[in-house]
């Protein structure tokens, strides 16, 4: 699922997944990228509604300073958040798998410094809503 959201960042060229674009972890040597993962509530499952749901991922942006951190930041949230129904597809062949039907911002995001070397972390929750898609 989180490949839906590396994609979608990979797509508006905010950066390249596997180098600039991660998910589950971020390498400590990264100095700018995305860090894309579930949060500890993990994504619940509703047997009683099927192939629907509801969760939250936290995102952690990295950059060397306040200024990239900052644009690299407001690039992912445009990207991402949206109250508009999407059908999400593989390419290239076009075979819808999910329809997202909202991404929502869950706070704003807080920074701070790394400690590990130099540089700054921004961390900030979307709540994210969507149906799976099965091939027919």
């Excluded at 400590?28 to 995305?34: A, K, L, N, P, R």
């Excluded at 192939?51 to 690039?75: H, K, M, S, W």
């Excluded at 109250?83 to 062949?93: A, C, N, R």
């Excluded at 706070?107 to 027919?136: C, M, Q």
């Amino acid at each position: 699922m989180l490949s839906i959201f590396s994609n979608q960042l990979a797509d508006a060229n905010v950066g390249l997944i596997g180098s600039s674009i991660f998910e589950h972890e971020m390498p400590s040597t990264t100095e700018q990228g995305v860090l894309i993962r579930a949060t500890k509530d993990g994504i619940q499952v509703d047997p009683e509604i099927p192939d629907y749901y509801d969760f939250n991922l936290e995102i952690i942006v990295r950059a060397p300073t306040l200024e990239e951190g900052e644009q690299l930041t407001e690039a992912v949230q445009t990207t991402l958040i949206s109250d508009k129904e999407q059908i999400i597809t593989i390419e290239p062949e076009g075979q819808p798998i999910a329809k997202l039907n909202f991404v929502r911002p869950r706070k704003f995001p807080i920074v701070s410094s790394r400690t590990e070397g130099s540089g700054y972390e921004w961390t900030f929750d979307i709540h994210v809503n969507l149906a799976s898609i099965k091939a027919a």
